[in-house]
């Protein structure tokens, strides 16, 4: 969101310092605050329908924010906010809203962003949407970018599935760590990945996908593997899911327990 860099040029529109010293709070309309990088390029932008300055705090109400970078420009909305006038650590309230120029978001209640650490984060149920991604959570922590991000607990991601033609989707108590621009995503406790042709349980499952199409490579899973499909259940120590082959390999002690199928049976798991 917002530039670690510690020189800054900050511009206060319909703004007085004198008045500040004046007084211990002032409210003012129409709110804007700007940096500017040092090679006199535009890092960041704050506007606000009105905010009150309260000794080293303004907070902001109907709060816009622009973040620019080499290669995106990032919109970030909220209700409300709060900006340190020290560290310009900012925290957002109600309605909070992230977005870039390629449609990529974030929604939540609330969320927190340090500049020191250029890392956002909240503790309230959040979802995000990267092209056909979508991930649900209660919790994040992520770099300003969403680059890697880890999602807390109670995680729900849905993704494309091209080769059947519909949707996976994989839960987990977490947390899940993510990767985007590797295409990977780790999913720790109680994890279950689910297309309309079966379910697999596992400890804990990493996640390969494709960072152009987001469509799943393979998937490995650990830990008190169970594979369902249909009647038939499949258990083993490890397995790795192979998409594009629509096959399995099974590793540890694999065991089968099979029944037949008049119609022939599913064909996730081979």
Not at 25 to 41: A, E, M, P, V
Not at 225 to 230: H, L
Request: charged share 30%; net charge negative; glycine share 4%.
């Amino acid at each position: 969101m917002f530039s670690r860099r510690p020189t800054v040029i900050i511009i206060f529109l319909l703004f007085a310092f004198m008045s500040i010293q004046a007084y211990s709070q002032q409210k003012i309309n129409d709110f804007y605050l700007s940096n500017i990088k040092d090679d006199g390029t535009q890092d960041w932008e704050v506007k606000g329908k009105t905010a009150t300055i309260r000794d080293n705090f303004v907070d902001i109400n109907d709060m816009e924010a622009n973040y620019y970078t080499e290669e995106d420009t990032i919109l970030i909305t909220s209700d409300e906010a709060t900006l340190n006038k020290e560290n310009m650590d900012v925290s957002l309230k109600s309605n909070v809203h992230i977005e870039n120029e390629e449609g990529a978001t974030l929604e939540t209640d609330s969320l927190r962003w340090q500049r020191e650490q250029n890392r956002i984060e909240t503790d309230d149920w959040i979802k995000t949407t990267r092209d056909l991604m979508q991930i649900e959570s209660t919790g994040l922590t992520a770099d300003t970018e969403l680059k890697t991000a880890a999602f807390k607990k109670d995680v729900r991601v849905t993704l494309p599935d091209k080769e059947n033609k519909g949707v996976t989707t994989a839960v987990c108590s977490g947390p899940l760590e993510i990767e985007y621009n590797k295409g990977k995503a780790i999913f720790n406790q109680d994890v279950v990945v689910a297309n309309q042709e079966g379910k697999l349980y596992s400890d804990k499952a990493t996640l390969f996908f494709d960072i152009e199409s987001k469509e799943i490579v393979k998937i490995i899973s650990e830990g008190n593997v169970k594979i369902i499909q249909g009647s038939n259940v499949t258990f083993s120590q490890k397995a790795t899911y192979l998409s594009k082959e629509q096959k399995i390999l099974l590793e540890g002690r694999p065991r089968v327990i099979y029944y037949s199928d008049s119609e022939g049976g599913l064909s996730l798991f081979k």
